[in-house]
């Protein structure tokens, strides 16, 4: 389904100065090559492994702590920068795997009708929380990581934040969407967001 590829040398230069922005202490360059390295790992399984990448590579483009547009901000850059490297369709693809990174819930299939999609934006999504189901400290660097990120909220404000985030998370039925992810990150991940929440609360 790949004619050329989306995303060529000169965008991955523009993108990758983007990604080594200072203040950028996880939602950096290592995070997107961790997610491309996967998807290298999981291609086979890709309907349409370049739409993946082109989602990966802009999927946090746009990150300011101090806001909550980013995922939104960052579709509207992908289009931006795509328009006319493939088609409307496609592209709207890419804009709505971004967005839904916002939520970590997948896009609803009525409005699409795509079952090839909507497999391909679980895997991303299960890939861009794949940090969560890391060894133990992997995820405490990780966790350090964002909290630098998010260095001008104060400390109570925070830890009721993160806590609420993580418990979020534990709350539903499964984090990962795919049967792939659940079976290789899903217990550590239970594990490593319990053993914060015990951190982070008082």
Not at 10 to 36: C, D, F, T, V, W
Not at 111 to 119: A, K, P, Q, S, Y
Not at 175 to 190: D, G, K, L, N, S
Request: proline share 5%.
């Amino acid at each position: 389904m790949e004619t050329q590829p989306l995303i060529d040398e000169p965008l991955k230069g523009e993108l990758s100065a983007l990604y080594r922005a200072e203040g950028r202490q996880y939602h950096n360059l290592a995070h997107i090559e961790a997610m491309l390295a996967l998807a290298r790992h999981y291609r086979a399984s890709l309907h349409d492994p370049g739409a993946v990448e082109a989602a990966i590579w802009f999927h946090d483009a746009i990150y300011d702590s101090r806001t909550k547009d980013n995922e939104a901000r960052s579709a509207a850059l992908a289009e931006e920068k795509l328009a006319g490297r493939t088609d409307p369709e496609r592209l709207g693809r890419v804009a709505t795997m971004i967005v839904a990174t916002a939520t970590h819930e997948l896009p609803s299939l009525q409005r699409l009708g795509d079952e090839h999609f909507i497999r391909d934006a679980a895997l991303f999504l299960d890939m861009d929380l794949s940090i969560l189901g890391a060894a133990p400290e992997a995820f405490d660097s990780y966790e350090q990581a964002v909290r630098r990120e998010y260095g001008w909220v104060e400390e109570p404000m925070w830890r009721a934040g993160r806590s609420a985030v993580l418990k979020n998370f534990l709350a539903r039925p499964h984090i990962y969407h795919t049967e792939e992810f659940r079976q290789r990150f899903e217990p550590q991940a239970r594990r490593n967001m319990a053993r914060s929440i015990a951190a982070l609360e008082p």
